[in-house]
């Protein structure tokens, strides 16, 4: 499409720029609509300050994933392989929107289906198109196609539910999703290829996002944000060749949203109570046994990110 275009007319690090400021703009505008259709928060009944996100527009997710899927059409070159991740991006993130706009709260397990199914159509995909060799460290070896199989449909499902159980406070998860995005994008740019470019328009997008979402926020991503990003973060570690890379540069996310996750899996299947005196997610904790404000769970979360980042990246 448009990538054709003008590719022959302006450098790849040129068109990785406009497509940044196209995605930032339209983003803006688009966000700046606030559609009536988008439903408005209910407020947490169990969440810190949860009173607090009442009335604000939710599932905003809707808006900017399909910005993002639109823009990557124009300005990425097109693949059969592409092209299905991009509807499975939209797929996870209507997912999320469908959950967002229910005037009851989807059930669990009919969300974990979800996203089962759209982690094993992905890995058919993937491994249809890709071979099995991953990188650790300095170390290049390959997984049989089983075990990857197996070990990739359950990277993506953590990837969206810990990402989604992270986005709890103004700012905080489009925060990190852009740290970890663009420690894929610079530590694995040849790996990447044009899928490095679509992490850059992912990030122009949450940047757009975040002037409405951080504190005191005037829009929430929903599930059909968070999950969506979650998503793409799990592709993008696949691509790199460097799968096991989503534990260093994700590990914030993981710990947030993933020890809320292996509480209640611990309390409903095995009636272990070990994690009790840990309110999860994370953030929570931190803001209520802690006393931090919203402001210095985002940033210092984000710190301590970034310096895991870079130190993965001195190994």
Same mark, same amino acid.
């Given at each position: 499409?448009?990538?054709? +275009?003008?590719?022959?007319?302006?450098?790849?690090?040129?068109?990785?720029? *406009?497509?940044?400021?196209?995605?930032?703009?339209?983003? $803006?505008?688009?966000?700046?609509?606030?559609?009536?259709?988008?439903?408005?928060?209910?407020?947490?009944?169990?969440? *810190?300050?949860? /009173?607090?996100?009442? &009335?604000?527009?939710?599932?905003?997710?809707?808006?900017?994933?399909?910005?993002?899927?639109?823009?990557?059409?124009?300005? +990425?070159?097109?693949?059969?392989?592409?092209?299905?991740?991009?509807?499975?991006? $939209?797929? *996870?993130?209507?997912?999320?929107?469908?959950?967002?706009?229910?005037?009851?709260? @989807?059930?669990?397990?009919?969300?974990?289906?979800?996203?089962?199914?759209? !982690?094993?159509?992905?890995?058919?995909?993937?491994?249809?198109?890709?071979?099995?060799?991953?990188?650790?460290?300095?170390?290049?070896?390959?997984?049989?196609?089983?075990?990857?199989?197996?070990?990739?449909?359950?990277?993506?499902?953590?990837? *969206?539910?810990?990402?989604?159980?992270?986005?709890?406070?103004? &700012?905080?998860?489009?925060?990190?999703?852009?740290?970890?995005?663009?420690?894929?994008?610079?530590?694995?740019?040849?790996?990447?290829?044009?899928? &490095?470019?679509? /992490?850059?328009?992912?990030?122009?997008?949450?940047?757009?996002?975040?002037?409405?979402?951080?504190?005191?926020? !005037?829009?929430?991503?929903?599930?059909?944000?968070?999950?969506?990003?979650?998503?793409?973060?799990? %592709?993008? /570690?696949?691509? !790199?060749?460097?799968? #096991?890379?989503?534990?260093?540069?994700?590990?914030? +996310?993981?710990?947030? &949203?993933? %020890?809320?996750?292996?509480?209640?899996?611990?309390?409903?299947?095995?009636?272990?109570?070990?994690?009790?005196?840990?309110?999860?997610?994370?953030?929570?904790?931190?803001?209520?046994? %802690?006393? @931090?404000?919203?402001?210095?769970?985002?940033?210092? #979360?984000?710190?301590?990110?970034?310096?895991?980042?870079?130190?993965?990246? /001195?190994?």
């Amino acid at each position: 499409m448009l990538y054709e +275009l003008l590719i022959g007319r302006f450098t790849q690090f040129q068109l990785s720029a *406009i497509s940044m400021i196209a995605a930032f703009i339209i983003t $803006f505008l688009t966000l700046n609509m606030r559609f009536s259709f988008l439903p408005q928060d209910q407020g947490r009944a169990f969440a *810190i300050n949860g /009173a607090l996100s009442k &009335g604000k527009l939710r599932g905003v997710g809707l808006v900017f994933v399909i910005d993002f899927i639109l823009l990557s059409v124009l300005f +990425l070159p097109l693949s059969v392989e592409f092209l299905i991740y991009l509807g499975l991006t $939209f797929l *996870i993130m209507l997912s999320g929107y469908m959950d967002d706009a229910s005037e009851k709260p @989807w059930n669990e397990y009919k969300k974990g289906l979800i996203d089962f199914v759209i !982690s094993v159509a992905t890995m058919v995909t993937f491994l249809s198109q890709n071979d099995t060799k991953v990188n650790f460290l300095a170390f290049e070896f390959s997984i049989p196609y089983p075990v990857y199989f197996v070990l990739g449909v359950i990277l993506i499902w953590i990837a *969206i539910n810990v990402t989604n159980c992270s986005d709890g406070v103004d &700012g905080l998860c489009a925060s990190l999703v852009i740290v970890t995005v663009m420690s894929f994008k610079i530590m694995f740019s040849e790996n990447l290829g044009s899928m &490095g470019t679509a /992490a850059q328009i992912l990030c122009a997008v949450l940047l757009a996002y975040l002037y409405f979402n951080c504190s005191p926020s !005037s829009m929430l991503m929903g599930d059909a944000g968070s999950r969506a990003l979650g998503f793409f973060i799990a %592709l993008l /570690a696949m691509k !790199s060749s460097h799968p #096991f890379a989503y534990l260093m540069l994700s590990l914030v +996310l993981i710990i947030d &949203g993933g %020890l809320g996750l292996l509480k209640i899996s611990l309390i409903r299947f095995l009636k272990l109570h070990v994690m009790s005196n840990l309110r999860t997610p994370i953030h929570d904790h931190m803001r209520k046994n %802690l006393e @931090w404000s919203d402001t210095q769970v985002v940033i210092r #979360f984000i710190i301590i990110q970034v310096v895991i980042s870079v130190l993965f990246a /001195a190994l």
